[in-house]
T-cell receptor, first 113, second 110 residues
């Protein structure tokens, strides 16, 4: 069975500090990977997607970056956090881009103070 | 751009009542999904239903592509059904981007 693990579960960070959020998918080779974000009280929106190792496409510009260093790993990061980065971050995977059926991790709650 | 309108924004029910949640899309859709969002934010996948009707226990999802709408019916509601229900559409792009609605907040009271 496929499992998706996100870390950390929650973070409280200062404005201007760096951030690294991670996601690992087990039990599925070469998945498509995605990062979604939801501001408090806002709507979930896609930030990045990756079809293969080493390739990441940005969907929304939020002064964040993403990388896929391994087939089963997706990293979201920034060197300087902004207050507006607060919210809930979800990692997701899918088998096929075409059918758009996504499976989500449990998410990371980020509070930037 | 693509828009997803969910209605109602909130709903209060007495335990045992039925609920009908609606989702309308501004553009043609390739796929759609219903999720339950837990209070802490994580998502529970309820249905992947690009078209037609699917049922799981007390939940029924119906998607009518031509009319660009989908509904989620909850029968005999229970207190544990309380929470936020999200619908999301995919438009068949190259990035499997789901466009989410703002959600329906359901509260079931005894």
């Amino acid at each position: 069975a496929q499992t998706i693990h996100q870390w950390p579960v929650a973070e409280i960070k200062a404005v201007g500090s760096p951030l690294s959020l991670g996601c690992t998918i087990k039990g599925k080779s070469s998945p498509n990977l995605y990062w979604y974000w939801q501001a408090t009280g806002g709507t979930l929106q896609q930030l990045f997607y990756s079809i293969t190792v080493g390739q990441v496409e940005s969907v929304v510009q939020l002064n964040l970056s993403a990388s896929r260093p391994k087939d089963d790993q997706f990293i979201l990061s920034t060197e300087k956090l902004l207050l507006s980065h607060s919210g809930f971050y979800l990692c997701a995977w899918s088998l096929q881009i075409s059918n758009e059926r996504l499976f989500f991790g449990h998410g990371t709650k980020l509070s930037v103070l | 751009g693509q828009q997803v309108q969910q209605s109602p924004a909130s709903l209060v029910l007495q335990e045992g009542e039925n609920a009908e949640l609606q989702c309308n899309f501004s553009t043609s859709l390739n796929s759609m999904q219903w999720f339950y969002q837990r209070p802490e934010g994580s998502l529970v996948s309820l249905f992947y239903n690009p078209s037609g009707t699917k049922q799981s226990g007390r939940l029924t999802s119906t998607t009518v592509i031509k009319e660009r709408r989908s509904s989620l019916h909850i029968s005999s509601s229970q207190i544990t059904d309380s929470g936020t229900y999200l619908c999301a559409m995919g438009s068949g792009g190259s990035n499997a981007k789901l466009t989410f609605g703002k959600g329906t907040k359901l509260s079931v009271k005894s």
